[in-house]
């Protein structure tokens, strides 16, 4: 997938914690989170500006996801540490997630094209693809931005909407 089509899917992706977080926080913070997610959807695409690192290859496996998930968690967790001890768990297990989240949702954009994806390389080889559409499909990549756009949006709106 393309650039709207990977925005799009960690929209989705994220829609159901953005939920949670909306009814646990606020709307603001939910909404920050969207914007987050949106914003590193295209950080495993970063392996097409690195020499020697091959499109598809190791960004795009659940190590890599795990590990953006701990560098957050860990980033999370030294951000409760000043709050104390139940903070530092739960801003380092949201941190985990919202990293392991947004990497996880590329890939399973990616799992939508014929090229697929290998999601335990170097481990295992096991390819996975849907082959719904092609990568550079436009209508694709807007229908899933508009998905993503509709999910986050009814999400966080259902999460203001519930009784205090």
Known sequence: MYRNGHVGASLVVY??????????ASIEVAAAGAFGVASLAMVPDLDTRIPFVKHRGITHTVWFALLVGVTFGIVGAAV?????????????GTGFLFGAVTIGSHILADALTPMG?????????DEYTLDLV????????YVLLGLGLVAVTVALVAGEALPA
Not at 117 to 125: E, F
Not at 134 to 141: G, I, K, T
């Open 134 to 141: 092609r990568a550079a499909n436009p209508l694709a990549n």
């Open 80 to 92: 409760g540490f000043r709050s104390g001890g139940v903070e530092v768990l739960l801003f380092g």
């Open 15 to 24: 829609a159901p914690f953005g939920f949670l977080v909306t009814v646990l």
């Open 117 to 125: 994806i290998r999601p335990y390389a170097p481990v295992r080889d």
